[in-house]
Every structure is written in C-alpha cells, then in structure tokens.
C-alpha cells in the first residue's frame, strides 16, 4: 500500500482525512510494506508504537539511527521501519551492530529482536557486547518462543510449557536474562510487558540515550504457539494477565527476577549504572601506549 | 464535514488494517470503545467509538495497538493542527 492510500484509509469522527493529525507511529514506517505479518493479537506491533514515541520524546535525528534485526517474527521490525535498518542472518544482528557502531561511531544502533535470537543462537554475542560495555541498546522481546519457526522451546520458555520440542512440558531451566547481561557488564537494564506502554516507552527512552550497552526486554504475548498452546487464551488475556502477573521492583536484585508463571513477574528497571565505554577504553590505552602517533577515534572536542 | 465534539477528543481508525485483537477496547481507561457488527474485508470486527462523549482523546489505544490501525488525538490538539495548516506553515508532528 503506498503511503497515500495509507494515509486516507484513516477515518475519523466527521474529520476529513486530509485534515488529519499523524500517527505518530506512521513517520517511522515503511508504510508500503503495511500491513505487517504478525498475527492478531501479536505484542511486537504494540513494543513498535512504543519505540516510535520512544523515538519522538528524544528527538532524534532519523538519519542518524539504525536498527538492527536477526531473524525471527521480532526480526521483522527492522524491515518494517523507515530507518537505516538491517535484517541479519540468525543470531548476529549484535556482531552486524558491532561493526556498525565501530564504523560509524556516531551513530545511535538499536539491536531489536526475539529471545530465541538473542539469547539462543546469538547468546555468545549478547554476554560479549555486554561485557565489553559497546555504547549499543538491545530492545529484546520475549514471548517466551521461537514464534517464527512454529513454536520450539527457547532458553525463555517457562517450566511446564507446552512447546512442539517440548511436548511434556518444559523441564529445562531457563535463562534469566536481566542476571546474563548485568552479569557480563550491561549499564542499563530493564525489563516491562507491553501492558507497561508508557514506561516501556520510558525505559527506551533512557536505554536509548545511556551511553554503554543497555537492555530491555519486553515481555510480549504470542497467542499462536505459545498461548494457545498452553490453554492461555489470546494475546489480550496475556496482555491482561500481564497487568495482574507484573510486580513493578526498580532496582531489584537481578538474582531474584528469574520467570516462573507460578511466581510475580518482576519488572522495573534493574541496572542503571556507570562503567567506561568501549571506545572510550580503546581510545585511553591506545593514546596512553602510542602519544602522538595515535588519533583519537570517534570523538568529537577532544573528549574521551 | 463537521460532528459534534461530545467528548475531549476523538480516534481516527483505518479499519482495513484491525485484526480484532481487542488491545484497544479493552485498555481504553474510558471504555469507549466497543466492537463492530460489520466486518472489515478480512472478516474481523473493528473497534467503534460508542461513546465519543467519555473520549479524551488520550492515545492509549494508539499506544496499544499492535497493527497500527488507530489512534487518539484531543480536539485542542486538532484545532492547533488545523490552525497551523490554515496558516500555510509546517505542520508539526502531533505530540
Ligand atoms: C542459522 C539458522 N538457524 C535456524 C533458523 C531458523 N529460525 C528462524 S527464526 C528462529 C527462532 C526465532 O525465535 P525468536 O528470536 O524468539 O523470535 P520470535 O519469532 O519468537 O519473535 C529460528 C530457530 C535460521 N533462520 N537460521
Ligand atoms: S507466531 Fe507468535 S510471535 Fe510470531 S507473529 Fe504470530 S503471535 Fe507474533
Ligand atoms: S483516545 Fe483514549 S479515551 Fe479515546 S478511545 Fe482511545 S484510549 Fe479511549
Ligand atoms: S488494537 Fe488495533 S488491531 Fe486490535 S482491535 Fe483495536 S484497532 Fe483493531
Ligand atoms: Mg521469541
């Protein structure tokens, strides 16, 4: 659909469309690739909206942001945005943003993508660029599946559930991701549902603009192989469960935010701390080692 | 083409785009909102606003919406759009 005839499907309480206001969804949009694939009652779509607004409150210059998907049904949001944005193969679109970054200091890059290819495939790569603290933010939803290829268990999947590769009920334990990526030296991290919209948006706002790696992760319902499969009805039951099931802990210890369905969800944000950047650190022993021979890398006034 | 503003605000809905999830009526702090008889061409119910009087406009829907198919906007804020446009400037961003 061309972003004209997007436009003017909007129909409004006696307003013509012409006379209409944005969503402000629409700007950040490939609208010719509307509408998307996800399925109703899918959460990705809703994390999207609040990224949009996330963008608007900081005022970022579009052309200086990239967005960076692995694969997967959240590896979809890459090519859905109206940004310099990159769909890699599984698993790597935190190398891809590495290299990024490092190329293009300047720029902002967001990694947004599922659990499955961030903490399965591409989990070496999630504890690395934590650990060497790159100035990269993760926007990480876990619906607790690989929703993309049919539903297998994930390192996500909470005890008990159903999954096509787990069809006793999942027995295996699972990742804690907040505890990972703090753990490896994340600076940020957080965790919302998509319940949460105004302080998901919040948490990307200030992940976004931390300088260091930062994290958040989105629980997010998917009803076609995971819900539904475990008897949990549709997204907006998930959506409302969220609600009920969310216990909001800032600065909770990330030893005690592991996910049972048996326990509170505990959400809030976890980590927002300081620690030196992995520019910043090349820039410091490679200046301390070489003097003068040594250019300063990516940084603008001379500071480090 | 003109109605008359019962509430604060008001939606604006592409409804080709709903899959009837229901994010929006349910998390419309108002409850405004409510399902359609008709369909859209894929065959789902979309959201209509059954009591414009207690919209305020506040976008939560918009927030929620997980196919980018609505959004909320107040009347002041569509006046002041409106305005801008009259004047022939740049009409900014929403929020
Ligand atoms: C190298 C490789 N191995 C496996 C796959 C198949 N594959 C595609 S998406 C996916 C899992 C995605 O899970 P997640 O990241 O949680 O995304 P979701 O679909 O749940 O949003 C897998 C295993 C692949 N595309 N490439
Ligand atoms: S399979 Fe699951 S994650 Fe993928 S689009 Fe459908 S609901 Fe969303
Ligand atoms: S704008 Fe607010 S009050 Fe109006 S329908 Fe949307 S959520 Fe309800
Ligand atoms: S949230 Fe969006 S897709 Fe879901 S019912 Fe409302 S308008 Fe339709
Ligand atoms: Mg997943």
């Known amino acids: 659909m061309s972003e004209k005839d997007m436009k003017e499907t909007y129909e409004g309480a006696g307003v013509s469309p012409q006379d209409q206001a944005d969503n402000p969804v629409d700007r950040i949009l490939r609208q010719e690739r509307m509408p998307h694939i996800w399925c109703p009652g899918c959460g990705i779509g809703t994390t999207v909206n609040c990224f949009a607004r996330a963008l608007e409150k900081l005022n970022i210059d579009l052309d200086n942001l990239a ?192 996910i049972s369905r048996d326990k509170p969800l505990i959400i809030g944000k976890f980590v927002d701390i300081e620690r030196d950047e992995y520019i910043d650190l090349m820039n410091r022993q490679l200046s301390k080692k070489l003097g003068d021979r040594y250019t300063l890398y990516g940084v603008e006034n001379g500071e480090v | 083409m003109t109605t008359e503003r019962k509430g604060k605000g008001t939606i604006f809905l592409r409804k080709e785009f709903c899959k009837g999830c229901a994010y929006c009526i349910e998390t419309c702090p108002t409850h405004c909102l409510e399902f359609s008889e008709e369909f859209n061409e894929k065959g789902y119910h979309f959201p209509v606003l059954a009591r414009p009087e207690k919209c305020t406009g506040c976008d939560i829907c918009g927030m929620f919406c997980p196919d980018f198919a609505i959004f909320g906007i107040t009347w002041k804020k569509m006046d002041k759009l409106q305005a801008q446009k009259n004047e022939g400037g740049k009409v900014e961003s929403r929020s």
């Open chain 1, 67 to 258: 967005v960076v998907s692995g694969i997967g049904c959240t590896g979809r949001v890459a090519g859905y945005l109206k940004v310099d944005s990159f769909h890699t193969t599984h698993g790597r679109a935190i190398p891809f943003a590495t290299g990024l970054k490092l190329a293009n200091p300047k720029m902002k890059v967001v990694v947004y993508s599922g659990d499955g290819d961030l903490t399965a495939i591409g989990g070496n790569h999630l504890i690395h660029a934590a650990r060497r603290n790159l100035d990269i933010t993760v926007i990480l939803v876990n619906n607790f599946t690989y929703g993309m290829t049919g539903g297998q268990y994930a390192p996500t999947t909470p005890f008990g559930s159903i999954q096509t590769t787990m069809p006793y009920g999942m027995y295996e334990h699972q990742f804690n991701i907040p505890k990972l990526v703090a753990a490896a030296g994340a600076v940020y991290v957080a965790r919302w549902t998509v319940y949460q919209v105004a302080h998901l948006t919040r948490a990307m706002t200030e992940a976004i603009a931390k300088k260091g790696f930062s994290l958040v992760e989105v629980m997010s319902p998917c009803p076609t192989l995971y819900l539904r499969r475990n008897r949990l009805g549709e997204g907006i039951d998930e959506v409302k469960r969220f609600k009920e099931w969310a216990v909001r802990k800032d600065g909770a210890d990330v030893n005690d935010v592991g």
